[in-house]
């Protein structure tokens, strides 16, 4: 009976408990005690609905929580609170374990909570405001202690209006109360974080590890965390990064990694102190990134290079201080280079951000100067000037002297950028200068350039964005012509046309080196843009150009070029010139540089055909052939080519050494080599012999030399052979019967000669040699019948092998014959000067004056002789101190060895000879 009335008691007390724990009124108790306490204990207000009571595992359940300050409203509007959250449901239990205990262990699991904060004193509302407290426990005198709380697809979204600060996270949790601690497992799902306006961090996700307990000095924490997350300012797909570190209460050290490594933030530690955030750390970040971060209304740029950082930074009401410096290394916008270096130094004070900043772009121009950057208005200013005096490259005459470069550029609160540039340019050796300077307009991608030159405006506009491209340049001179003209397709700025007028390169090279190029005319350019490529075709469509030096002028030629900015390579498809006597082309030239712009390899192959060469109005020449100029590294050049004359003609004595030098002199000056040395193999030879033609000589000649080493100390060998030819002499010419110059490697402007001339004069056979070298030579006279070298002279000059020109002219002559043959101006009024003036108008008849002894005391003696033709000469003679008669002479040549002669003497005697010459030996 006792155990029927036990278990109906039971039964009835289970019943009652199962509807009173589903009573509205038992609900409605319930929950105005929960509001109290939780209110009471945590100074906060709540509301909510009791959704479930379950008295036999002591659990409640609430739904629709919303939870603020104390009198306040909830909001929609999240700002207008310092913080608040909601939450789906709630469910709060007891451990009937724990209840033998005597303790109550509270067992709180939410989901769905959605919770807004705002940032009061460099603090998050929620956390030091209500969080803090939670933790802490109720102030109530209850055996009450939390044993676990777990949150289910919550959220919470922190806005800082001070620091600009926004921040989102995601994530499930579960704690636990163990040893004194707090142990907290988080699982991020998803989050952000952003500052002054920039989204810095998005899709953060991982877990932490954090444990919370209670010490002397009050609360404190420990975490550890490892998560992912994407850095928005950088590339798209290469935005993942690491994010691993550990902080514990006031200290802490983190790490941030990209994937690919393009960006390293390492060792990046954290201090707290006196609710002050201290950051101090090195990073290295990608330079379009810290653009991009510096001003977010940039558009994603193809910049590459590095920035690496060393920094300290303090938060309080937000960031405070920052002060450290930036080193940036080569940054190139998509393959073109803007700087090879800089140093900016960083400093942070009440929103003002300043220092100095230094920039190079080698071999061209070294910058220093200030910045200036303001983040209420958004503005910034960047002040440079050309650090110590710099050679303009490829013009050594033109310097600009330090501080002769001014840059100002300013960046206002819409992005937009502009500037102004001002450089004064000398040349100290010609004692001129001359100035550019413009400015310059960038916003939303486009950027617009003005200013003036020397003798000279300009305009351009590009476009910046994805890649550069060039929209209008218009280049004018003085008076308005148009010197560059360039013009991009309306549909397609990768397309340009256009125009060049000559005249500007008239003006670049005259301003260069001081020289006048001659000619005029319009390149005509059609080009295309592909990626990093450009490709351009371009002929000269009306005028002619002068090529220096030379009567031959260009009057067409077709182009194409292509240039590959991100190989740095520029290739010559194809060149076909056209100049007023012969051809030019080349089916394929290039040329590499590397990252300073230095040439670091060229091939150049020209072939010509029928060219038209003048050197100084004394050579004057057809020639075709094959040429080619290699450049490799740090080698000279190589020069090497086959040069074939087709014919010549020479008006410069071949024999004389001051011609030869300025051979070999124009060679140089047309390759530069005073400044630029050049290794050379090339080979000349003749296909007909070249004419010569001076004063004295009149051959043709045969050429075959090899030209190796260098430029400037060239190795020459090889020979040249006059064919045939003649030294021609008043009288009558030698005959060349042999004559070759043999260069020699070590002796440039030495040559070797062998000369041998020959011609019968009268009854004499005349020869005349030539042995030794151009500078230390010997010079021989020989006849037969023999005579003295004055004699031979003389019957050169005059026809007479008579000694009456003994005293006179052939010893001049002999003196001086050395400078005949090898004189470099041997032009027909020359040698007239030397022997033919004063015997021009006794072309056939010869005055022979002389002595009848060298003592002169026999008398004065004079004849005048007569060629009749090649075999018969007479001679009339006086003696104008006696008395005598005149005597008479008349010879005839029967054969080279047999004459006659018929004399009448001063006795009128009349007699006759017969001489007859025999050879012997072999």
Not at 446 to 463: K, R
Not at 792 to 803: D, K, N, P
Request: net charge negative.
């Amino acid at each position: 009976m006792i155990k029927k009335f036990i278990l109906a008691i039971l039964l009835g007390s289970v019943a009652t408990l199962y509807f009173v724990q589903n009573d509205q009124w038992v609900h409605d108790e319930i929950a105005q005690k929960f509001k109290h306490f939780f209110e009471t204990s945590y100074d906060c207000a709540i509301d909510f609905k009791v959704k479930q009571v379950n008295v036999f595992n002591l659990n409640l359940t609430l739904e629709n929580l919303e939870v603020r300050p104390k009198n306040q409203q909830f909001s929609l509007t999240p700002a207008t609170l310092p913080w608040q959250w909601h939450a789906h449901t709630m469910q709060l239990g007891l451990s009937w374990f724990s209840l033998l205990g005597g303790m109550l262990g509270l067992e709180i699991s939410l989901d769905g909570v959605r919770g807004n904060s705002t940032i009061a004193d460099s603090s998050i509302s929620i956390v030091t405001q209500h969080v803090q407290k939670l933790i802490e426990g109720p102030s109530v005198n209850l055996p009450v202690f939390l044993k676990s709380l777990t949150f289910k697809n919550s959220s919470l979204q922190v806005m800082g209006s001070d620091p600009q600060l926004a921040c989102i996270l995601q994530w499930d949790s579960e704690s636990k109360r163990s040893s004194g601690l707090i142990k907290s497992s988080i699982s991020l799902h998803d989050g952000s974080f952003g500052i002054l306006k920039r989204k810095i961090v998005s899709n953060l996700a991982g877990t932490l590890n954090l444990d919370i307990g209670f010490g002397p000095q009050g609360l404190y924490f420990d975490s550890q965390s490892s998560c992912t997350a994407d850095l928005d300012y950088l590339p798209v797909g290469k935005r993942a990064c690491a994010i691993i570190g550990n902080m514990n209460h006031e200290k802490g050290e983190f790490e941030i990694k990209s994937f690919d490594q393009s960006l390293q933030v390492n060792s990046l530690k954290l201090h707290v102190v006196d609710s002050r955030i201290q950051v101090e750390g090195t990073a290295k970040l990608p330079f379009a990134y810290m653009m991009r971060l510096a001003d977010p209304q940039l558009p994603e740029a193809p910049l590459k290079g590095a920035c690496t950082f060393d920094l300290k930074a303090s938060f309080a009401r937000g960031l405070e201080d920052v002060h450290g410096n930036c080193i940036i290394d080569p940054v190139y916008y998509n393959s073109v280079k803007l700087f090879d270096a800089a140093r900016v130094s960083l400093n942070r004070e009440d929103a003002h951000w300043h220092g100095n900043i230094a920039i190079e772009h080698m071999p061209l121009i070294a910058l220093q100067g200030s910045w200036q950057w303001q983040e209420s208005p958004f503005k910034g200013h960047i002040v440079l000037a050309n650090e110590g005096a710099k050679v303009l490259p490829g013009l050594s005459l033109w310097k600009i002297a330090e501080k002769n470069l001014k840059i100002n550029i300013d960046v206002d609160d819409q992005s937009t950028i502009s500037g102004s540039y001002d450089c004064l340019i000398n040349n100290e050796k010609q004692e001129d200068q001359m100035q550019v300077a413009g400015h310059a307009h960038i916003k939303s991608g486009h950027c617009l350039i003005e200013g003036t030159g020397p003798q000279c405006t300009y305009n351009a506009q590009f476009a910046l964005y994805p890649h550069v491209r060039i929209k209008q340049l218009n280049y004018n001179d003085e008076q308005g012509n148009s010197l560059i003209s360039l013009l991009a397709d309306p549909h397609n700025i990768d397309l340009i046309n256009g125009s060049l007028n000559f005249s500007l390169f008239q003006l670049l090279v005259h301003n260069a080196l001081n020289y006048n190029l001659q000619g005029q005319g319009t390149l005509r350019l059609q080009g295309s843009i592909t990626d990093d490529c450009i490709h351009v075709k371009t002929n000269l469509e009306q005028g002619t150009i002068r090529l220096p030096e030379t009567y031959n002028f260009m009057s067409n030629f077709d182009a194409d070029l292509s240039v590959n900015l991100q190989e740095k390579k520029i290739v010559l498809n194809s060149l076909q010139c056209k100049l007023h006597r012969g051809t030019l082309q080349t089916e394929r030239a290039i040329a590499t540089f590397n990252d300073e712009y230095q040439l670091m390899y060229a091939y150049l192959p020209l072939t010509f055909d029928s060219c038209l060469l003048n050197l100084k109005k004394d050579l004057f020449a057809v020639f075709s052939g094959t040429m080619s100029i290699t450049k490799k590294d740090t080698e000279l050049p190589s020069l090497k080519g086959h040069v074939i004359i087709d014919r010549a003609q020479l008006n410069e004595n071949l024999l004389s050494d001051k011609f030869q030098k300025s051979v070999f002199a124009y060679t140089g000056s047309m390759f530069d080599a005073n400044n630029h040395d050049m290794q050379c193999d090339i080979t000349v030879e003749t296909k007909n012999p070249i004419r010569i033609e001076t004063g004295l000589l009149q051959a043709t000649a045969k050429v075959g030399m090899h030209i190796k080493n260098t430029l400037q100390d060239p190795k020459v060998s090889g020979l040249i052979e006059l064919l045939s030819g003649s030294l021609y002499f008043p009288y009558r010419p030698l005959h060349i019967t042999a004559c070759s110059i043999y260069f020699m490697p070590h002796q440039l402007y030495d040559p070797i000669i062998e000369l041998t001339a020959k011609n019968k004069i009268k009854k004499y056979n005349v020869s005349l040699q030539v042995s030794g070298s151009v500078q230390n030579h010997h010079i021989s006279l020989e006849s037969s019948p023999p005579l003295t070298e004055e004699q031979i002279i003389a019957l050169l000059l005059v026809g007479s092998q008579e000694e009456s020109l003994n005293v006179m002219m052939p010893a001049l002559i002999a003196q001086n014959l050395k400078t005949l043959l090898f004189d470099s101006e041997q032009s027909p009024l020359k040698i007239n000067n030397y022997f033919q003036s004063w015997l021009k108008p006794f072309k056939n008849i010869t005055l022979v004056p002389s002595f009848t002894d060298q003592t002169g005391r026999g008398g004065l003696r004079g004849a005048i002789e007569v060629e009749i033709n090649d075999r018969t000469r007479a001679l009339i003679q006086k003696n104008f101190s006696l008395t005598e008669d005149t005597r008479f002479e008349i010879e005839y040549l029967l054969s080279d060895e047999v004459s006659l002669r018929g004399i009448r003497d001063e006795r009128k005697d009349v007699g006759g000879e017969i001489e007859m010459r025999w050879k012997f030996g072999g």
